[in-house]
């Protein structure tokens, strides 16, 4: 790891001397409570120096103590969720003097990894995983381990963050609760009331509705002791009928007290001794547990107490004076902008327009909608699948519904986007925001293979933008289209161009000439279409900006392939099966056999860096398209530029 950064000792004592969580089980029960207030105040410091995700990860503080202080890890089995809230995870867990690298090339990971530490137990990123994953563990675990005597492994999944809005942790919960015999796993539901946005829907509310009733505990457990095991019947079952009647009506149990799980709480998350108390009762529990515990996303930072949207994950910052905006400054608009602004526009012009987002307002550009359409703005929480069906049922009603979702996030609605919406040929434009390479939170949420898993779908049009401009106008002609269509754009910034404030279309499957030179053209794909021109100018190539993945211009590729002797395609997603392979299918189907080198991204994950570092790393910035032209038409190097037109 880069850019180690010793901790101060002087400053933080107890939190200097754990190297590994085996240091902090050294330690008496009593002084948990100011390792605590050290890791919260080293992690604001620490995030406030490299930035990061930051308001979850101070709302877990306490617990992420208690369980390394209880649990024998790595031995036993943390799994956390999305991993937003792991970073004082990783620094108990010998990663403290390294975090500050976290996100940048070769530093720590912004989530957990397993080729990272033997603590990250999982690799996460996306949400709702950690049930499953601990439950695989845990029986994994009885089946392999049941001989060895003595050597019996904890497992715990930890979620939270609005991952328990989504459906896969109800399908995890359903079948461990229902197993014979019953798998020993401890899930800690780290209720925060916050997703990114705030929490929404039924189950919330109900979470919302939780009253600590430690009596009622009392109870189940003496009950337990003196009637047996759920499977009784007679009285017993009488008895414990009446008593699950009555903790639903004051606590919401009744929910996972039936899928087979054993509720406890919900309790104060910041309460140390509580914490420990439960925990400590819970570990010598067996069957399936269930431990409800109530924390403040952003805990300890008053800023960020008062504002969990803005501070769920931040640039660096001066923790004295928090985030602060540079004034005057100029802000770029990003194609998340330009998205935001196009859909409040086009929901003017068409009342039909509905807009919908799997817990992502913020990061697809949906809030000033959400304020100014309410009636028409559908945050459906964590839950891609629903999400895209929601937008096919919309479209067999005659509405324009728009699914704004990232291109990593869409990956989990796959089977929605062909089965509900394709093969139905119904009306949804897909804005897929974040698409090729994303950067600093690595390979779970790069979009690196969207142009793949989209083009081979039947009845899809797949656009990608070269410009903000353009961006704009794809996505009229995608809302204008008849059909199933995708609008895929990268993060951050584009070239400058000048937005029109037009609702104007483009003509569907119809690439532009950029550049008209000699001998080789360059195809260029979204994105990486500034990069292909800059090589162009230089080594007299024309270059074209193909627009639409699908269909292809093929009257224009044909034209190309019968006037140049080579053609390069350039994208920002898998060279497998993206969108220079379909070029080279349509050259086949065709019968011609020509020279063609297909340039994009890696048939690797690649780690965690910046955007630009990343295409570089991949040969995708002008440099690396220019030595892999040159290595394949290495005459093109003395080769005078030939004169542009367009």
């Known amino acids: 790891m880069t850019n180690p950064h010793p901790i101060d000792a002087e400053r933080y004592p107890l939190l200097a001397a754990i190297d590994a969580p085996a240091d ?46 209880l649990y024998d890890t790595p031995h036993d089995r943390i799994v956390w969720d999305v991993g937003h809230q792991a970073y004082p995870h990783k620094i108990l867990t010998g ?10 090339a ?50 715990v999944a930890v979620i939270g963050d609005g991952a328990m809005t989504a459906g896969m942790a109800y399908e995890a919960l359903n079948h461990a609760g229902g197993m014979d015999p019953e798998p020993d796993i401890l899930v800690i539901l780290n209720d925060n009331r916050m997703s990114i946005s705030e ?9 919302g509705r939780a009253t600590a009733s430690p009596a009622l505990n009392a109870i189940r457990e003496g009950g337990k002791k003196i009637l047996g095991d759920k499977r009784s019947s007679g009285p017993a079952r009488f008895v414990r009928r009446w008593e699950e009647h009555w903790k639903g009506m004051f606590v919401p149990s009744t929910l996972f007290e039936e899928m087979g799980f054993h509720y406890t709480g919900p309790i104060d998350g910041h309460d ?128 324009k519904p728009v699914v704004a979702i990232y291109s990593t ?96 279309t483009l003509p569907v499957g119809k690439a532009q000439l950029r550049r008209r030179g000699g001998r080789v053209a360059l195809l260029a794909f979204g994105a990486i279409v500034p990069a292909a021109e800059e090589v162009g100018a230089e080594l007299g190539l024309t270059v074209v900006n193909m627009r639409f993945v699908k269909p292809l211009d093929r009257a224009l590729v044909l034209e190309l392939a019968g006037s140049h002797e080579g053609l390069v ?18 050259l086949a189907a065709e019968g011609i056999a020509m020279p063609i080198l297909h340039l994009g991204l890696p048939d690797a994950f690649q780690h965690h860096a910046s955007r630009e570092q990343l295409l570089a790393e991949a040969g995708l910035d002008a440099a690396g398209i220019r030595k892999s032209v040159l290595a394949r038409w290495p005459a093109l190097a003395t080769q005078p530029p030939a004169v542009a037109a367009r």
């Open 24 to 69: 902090l089980r050294r330690l008496q029960a009593s002084e948990l409570r100011a390792v605590a207030d050290e890791l919260r105040a080293y992690l604001i410091e620490c995030v406030g120096h490299s930035g990061g995700h930051f308001g979850a990860g101070l709302g877990v503080v306490e617990l992420t103590t208690a369980l390394h202080y």
């Open 569 to 586: 395609t350039l994208e920002d997603n898998v060279v497998a099966g993206g969108a220079g392979s379909g070029v080279a299918e349509l």
């Open 95 to 104: 990663r403290r003097d390294g975090i500050r690298s976290v996100k940048q």
């Open 409 to 504: 996030f869409l990956q989990r609605g796959y089977d929605q986007l062909v089965h509900d919406v394709a093969i139905q040929n119904l009306d949804v434009l897909f804005a897929i925001d974040r698409g090729g390479v994303v950067g600093p939170d690595g390979a779970t949420h790069a979009g690196n293979l969207d142009l793949s898993y989209l083009r081979c779908v039947p009845n899809m049009v797949v656009m990608a933008p070269a410009d903000e401009d353009e961006c704009r106008r794809m996505l009229s002609t995608g809302f204008r289209f008849q059909g199933p269509a995708a609008v895929r754009y990268p993060r951050g910034t584009g070239p400058g161009v000048a937005i029109g404030p037009t609702l104007d």
């Open 199 to 207: 929490n929404v829907g039924g189950l919330t509310r109900m979470l």
């Open 272 to 399: 140390m001794d509580a914490l420990v108390a439960s925990l400590r009762t819970l570990k010598g529990l067996k069957g399936p547990q269930l431990l409800h515990v109530i924390t403040t996303k952003g805990k300890g930072y008053e800023r960020a107490e008062g504002d969990q949207i803005g501070y769920h994950a931040v640039s660096p910052f001066d923790p004295e004076l928090g985030v602060v905006k540079k004034p005057g400054a100029v802000k770029k608009p990003t194609y998340t902008d330009v998205f935001g602004d196009w859909l409040c526009d086009m929901a003017a012009a068409d009342d039909k327009l509905m807009g919908i987002t799997p817990a992502m307002r913020e990061g697809s550009g949906l809030v000033r909608f959400s304020k100014e359409y309410p009636e028409r703005y559908f945050d459906v929480a964590i839950a891609e699948q629903h999400a895209v069906t929601l937008a096919a049922g919309m479209a067999c009603e005659g509405a």
């Open 106 to 155: 070769g530093g720590i990971a912004p989530f957990p990894k397993r080729e990272e530490s033997e603590y990250d137990t999982f690799g996460v990123g996306h949400s709702s995983t950690s049930i499953s994953a601990a439950l695989g563990m845990a029986v994994a675990n009885k089946l392999i381990e049941s001989a060895r005597a003595g050597n019996e492994r904890k497992v």
